[in-house]
Nanobody, 115 residues
Framework: QVQLVESGGGLVQPGGSLRLSCAAS????????MAWYRQAPGKQRELVAQ???????NYAESVEGRFTISRDNTKNTVDLQMNSLKPEDTAIYYC?????????WGQGTQVTVSS
């Protein structure tokens, strides 16, 4: 069964950093655009960062300049480096294809930014 597994979340103070990682179980994902999404309590899921199969990136305005998405197609991973974290970044973070596919939503990884 093809799946995506997120890891790397945790509790961090405002201004801190975290690095999230998404591991794909099949190499087919190296051919696809991928993205990180997040869902905060009481809010709809939103797109955070996108990366094409060839490495072109795009970011939500709210994270531009603070977050960096990258991928390693030899390892079938997609990472999200998050710097200068703010309380409003608190959410469950998910990776999925871009555009997202219902079959690939996983458990996500919780990121909590709090002092």
């Amino acid at each position: 069964q093809v799946q995506l597994v997120e890891s790397g979340g945790g509790l961090v103070q405002p201004g801190g950093s975290l690095r999230l990682s998404c591991a794909a179980s099949r190499s087919v994902f190296s051919l696809l655009g991928m993205a990180w999404y997040r869902q905060a309590p009481g809010k709809q899921r939103e797109l955070v960062a996108q990366i094409t199969a060839t490495g072109n990136t795009n970011y939500a305005e709210s994270v531009e300049g603070r977050f960096t998405i990258s991928r390693d197609n030899t390892k079938n991973t997609v990472d999200l480096q998050m710097n200068s974290l703010k309380p409003e970044d608190t959410a469950i973070y998910y990776c999925n294809t871009d555009p997202p596919s219902q079959r690939y939503w996983g458990q996500g990884t919780q990121v909590t930014v709090s002092s």
